[in-house]
């Protein structure tokens, strides 16, 4: 039965926006949901969701803790009194751990003042994790709370896989290492994956594929990671919505001697108005289908570059896996798009890898094989759910401690 004692509060403070998800960590059942956008613009918007019932506001939301402060009057408005609830935790998205941070931790003054010390290695992102984390403590003292951090799953990668080949004493010096992201997706999806196979995930070399705005592959052999597309930054691998993925680094300074660019202009061009944006100007898979469709050159090729890149990192796992059992897409473009799923895995029947159309362009949206039932790889798709995983190490945590 749900109470509200059972009931874990997700929290994912973003650069400008704030999601959340109040949920029951066994069943995964939402109790409410919501997003806060724009923050800081005069245009902030929320959206809540209650059972059936949508509540909306607009208005400037000056930072993330006023932010916050509305979604909480929402909840109240929907006669849920967050702070007299009794919940059993408070679970926080934060996305750089760096060196420090391996597993889902309990939250106490040290374990804020350092998330916010890593800022220099995720300047967008663990200051709005931080402050976000500050400001449910005071809201609702008393309810324990846990940051999950997006990096932790890779933190182990083996140390040929996670060392950039650079003078060694600069990458100790700067913290520079691969350090991964949208590890808590991966270890959800590898997990699900191998219990909707039968399978024992020690028995597993599996390669997955996260395919939302930002995009990243993983090498997991045993329930471990051994590789990942993303590193220092979420910059790396794949091509994504508006980043690039994997550049030659001389590109940098090309740009900065010749066009004069700035750091923040060559952060800005990577982070904002490269991947799919910059070659076709759109960066939602849906609108770039649409120009392809309407014989759009620069969408094709984007969409070639995209599936191209796809299949070097395929290549490159299943070398370094020495064969793969399981391939499984997720997040909103791998869960979404059979034309991606089917491209990057076209002509490939030689290494058992095959993707049975009927299947790969099915309706159904829970989790599914697209491959044929005796082919020797199976191909998945697995829905993501990130705030279930941080619900879900949460509650671990605070039973355990
Ligand atoms: P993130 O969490 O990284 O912001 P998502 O995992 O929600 O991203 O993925 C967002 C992307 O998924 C969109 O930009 C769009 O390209 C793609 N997408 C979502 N739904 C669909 C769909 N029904 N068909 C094709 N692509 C989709």
Redesign the pocket.
Known sequence: MTTSENLVLVINCGSSSIKYQLLEPQSGEVAASGLVERIGEDDSAVEHHCGRRVLERSGRIPDHRAGLQQVFELFDETGFDLAGAGLRAVGHRVVHGGEVFHEPTPVTDEVVATILALADLAPLHNPPNAIGIESVRELLPGVPQVAVFDTAFFFHLPAAAATYAIDRKVAAEYGIRRYGFHGTSHEYVSGRAAEFLGRDPKQLRQIIFHL???ASASAVRGGRPIDTSMGLTPLEGLVM?TRPGDLDPGILGHLAHAGGFDVERIDELLNRESGLKGMAGV????ELRRLIDAGDENARLAYDVYVHRLRRYLGAYLVALGGVDVITFT???GE??PDVRADALAGLSAFGIEVDQELNTSEDRSARRISPPDAPVAVLVVPTNEELAIARAASRVVTSA
């Open positions: 939302g705005n930002g919505g960066n939602d898979f849906r997040a909103g473009v979404n798009n």
